[in-house]
């Protein structure tokens, strides 16, 4: 992998656990039927049922999201059987003790929300205006009243994303005071902790610093940027993973530079789709750099250099955080932080996952274009092919000569 090979480490939450989502093997664990399984292409024309008013053990939002992968049989079923069947794939990954761990987690939630005042209460509830800066919330507008069956869709979102690198998207998201009021909130929380004297979880298994924002209170704002500007863009330029599903979210702060975090080592995040945007404040170093995306059989493979492939698709990129400044990527998207050797970096991290993807890729039999490794092997298989086919061919050619 030149110099930046290095073992893998999966990031997880730190909320039920700190891991990645246990695999099907787990569903012995609970009491499930073992023939639950989705369609693996959804069923667009199908309208979800809306599942806020029940009593549900996961947010409403994903059985709507799961709905439009239920088998043809299960559709017509009364909305109850529905979020039964539902659960019962949720649960597969969700063993009793990791269900247990996710209530004691619960709890602590409720205490911190029940005891903190927060500092700037507007930035518990989405405004738009003040969030985001005009070019991206133009953008997102237009898409959104795009109609789906014209030709070249995602133009609105093509003219402010770039991507300097296969599957690294970079557009301006931001407004500087909506960034400069969410730092003074994560310092007064990170000074609330410290008064109160209070353990709180970090965001993942990677950061000694930071906070999750979902903790104390901002679950819902965040919710409505995965919901309805995350997912639009995901929909359109990350289809792969399942993008226009994305149906729950784990939302953080890092730090970084002195008496914080260092750097971040190589990993893949436990996410589908990661939208990872820089705070502030002033800094030197602290880049990001990617190595390519695999799949968990590939996740140690080789990054293939400039030298190697084709430079509109090499695997080694390195982005430089600028305040405001969004990037967008696959969770399966190899990367690091490199050291911040001076000043202080925020960045605010929201891990977007798809149930439906997450079902879906435990029985299909080989992982999809997405993993570069995966490319790679199929493309030689079939270049193996052509090769031995050819050769058959001459070997034919050659005794119909003789004969």
């Not at 695999?23 to 809306?50: F, G, I, S, Y």
């Not at 080989?366 to 090769?387: H, I, M, S, V, Y």
């Amino acid at each position: 992998m030149s110099s930046d090979r290095r073992e893998m480490t999966v990031v997880g939450d730190g909320t039920v656990g700190g891991g990645v989502t246990p695999p099907v093997k787990a569903a012995a664990e609970v009491t499930v039927m073992p023939d639950l399984r989705l369609r693996p292409n959804p069923n667009n024309e199908h309208r979800p049922d809306n599942y806020d008013d029940l009593q549900l053990e996961f947010s409403p939002c994903i059985f709507s999201s799961l709905e439009r992968y239920l088998p043809l049989n299960m559709l017509s079923s009364n909305r109850d059987d529905k979020a039964k069947f539902m659960s019962g794939i949720i649960l597969k990954y969700l063993p009793r003790e990791e269900r247990a761990r996710a209530k004691r987690h619960m709890e602590y939630k409720q205490k911190i929300i029940s005891n903190y005042q927060p500092l700037h209460k507007e930035l518990y509830t989405l405004d738009p205006t003040f969030f985001f800066v005009p070019s991206f919330l133009k953008a997102i507008n237009e898409e959104r009243l795009r109609d789906k069956k014209i030709e070249k869709k995602a133009t609105s979102l093509k003219s402010i994303i770039s991507e300097p690198s296969p599957g690294v998207l970079v557009f301006d998201m931001l407004q500087p005071k909506f960034c400069e009021m969410m730092l003074s909130e994560v310092e007064n929380f990170r000074k609330w902790v410290k008064e109160i004297k209070f353990r709180i979880v970090r965001p993942n298994t990677m950061s000694n610093y930071g906070a999750v924002l979902d903790d104390f209170g901002l679950d819902s704002m965040l919710e409505s940027i995965r919901e309805d500007f995350i997912r639009p863009i995901s929909e359109e330029l990350f289809p792969d993973v399942c993008g226009s599903t994305l149906d729950s979210h784990h939302g953080f702060v890092v730090e970084y530079g002195k008496d914080r975090d260092a750097d971040l080592g190589f990993h893949v995040d436990d996410s589908e789709v990661t939208l990872n945007v820089c705070l502030g404040k002033e800094f030197v170093g602290g880049e990001l750099y990617f190595r390519g995306t695999r799949c968990e059989k590939h996740v140690n493979t080789d990054t293939k250099s400039e030298t190697t492939i084709s430079s509109s698709k090499q695997e080694t990129f390195d982005y430089c955080h600028k305040p405001g400044q969004a990037v967008l990527h696959r969770g399966r998207h190899r990367h690091g932080a490199r050291a911040t050797t001076s000043g202080h970096r925020v960045n605010m991290i929201l891990w977007c996952r798809s149930s439906a993807f997450r079902e879906i890729k435990t029985y299909q039999k080989e992982f999809p274009d997405w993993c570069g490794q995966c490319l790679r092997e199929k493309k030689e298989r079939q270049r193996q092919t052509l090769a031995a086919r050819k050769k058959e061919l001459i070997r034919l050619e050659r005794e119909a000569e003789e004969v």
